[in-house]
Each structure stands twice: as C-alpha cells, then as structure tokens.
Nanobody, 127 residues
Framework: QLHLAEFGGGLVQAGGSLRLSCAAS????????MGWFRQARGKEREFVST???????????YYADAVKGRFTISRDDAKNTLSLQMNILTPEDTAVYYC?????????????????WGQGTQVTVSS
C-alpha cells in the first residue's frame, strides 16, 4: 500500500510561485508513474502533470497545456517524494492539488488510471 501526503499549498498573489511536495510512504515510488491533478471549486478534477519512469534513473514528464512552461514536476526517489514547482501563477490555478500514483502502465492524464491519491492541498491565487 502506498500512502501519499501533499504539502506546500497556500495563498499567493498572481505572478507568484509555490512549490508543492508529496511525501510517499509504504513503498518506493521509483517505478511508479507519479502525477499531479487539481480540482477547482465546482469543476471536475483535471490533469496537471505526470512523470513516468522509463528505465534506470530516467523519467519523462508531461504537462497539461494550461501549465506548460510555468510548472515543473520533479521527483526524488531516494527521498520518496514528488514535487511541483509552480511559477507565474494566475487566479485560474486556484484549486485543490492532488498527488497521485500509478502502479504500472505508461503515462496517463486520466484519473481512473491512478491507484493511490493524497488528501489534497489548497492553492489559492489572488488577483
């Protein structure tokens, strides 16, 4: 069983930055596809980014168009953590951000493909 816990959410002004972290416990995340999703109030949960293990210590990263160029996903398998650096934030980025893990399979932007979820952390961007 893999347990995920997000940290780092908060209130930031538009144009600012935040760094989210996800601490994993229970098993190593090394070969897991790890992702971030978000859910704004009144909206469906949506894909933000994912990082996929492709062998050795090599990973590919994928981003939603809305965050491409502003957000960067990274992982530290030795520390069993996943991070999301968010820059040039806008009010449209306001949402609860969730860390997710997929035990096996290629990258995916579909919620149903992820097996484990954190409880979420609130990010609020003021204008």
């Amino acid at each position: 069983q893999l347990h995920l816990a997000e940290f780092g959410g908060g209130l930031v002004q538009a144009g600012g930055s935040l760094r989210l972290s996800c601490a994993a416990s229970g098993r190593t995340i090394k070969t897991h596809t790890m992702g971030w999703f978000r859910q704004a109030r009144g909206k469906e949960r949506e894909f933000v980014s994912t990082t996929v293990w492709i062998g050795d210590n090599t990973y590919n990263a994928y981003y939603a168009d809305a965050v491409k160029g502003r957000f960067t996903i990274s992982r530290d398998d030795a520390k069993n953590t996943l991070s999301l650096q968010m820059n040039i934030l806008t009010p449209e980025d306001t949402a609860v951000y969730y860390c997710a893990a997929r035990s096996a399979g290629p990258w995916s932007d579909e919620m149903r493909d992820y097996d484990y979820w954190g409880q979420g952390t609130q990010v609020t961007v003021s204008s």
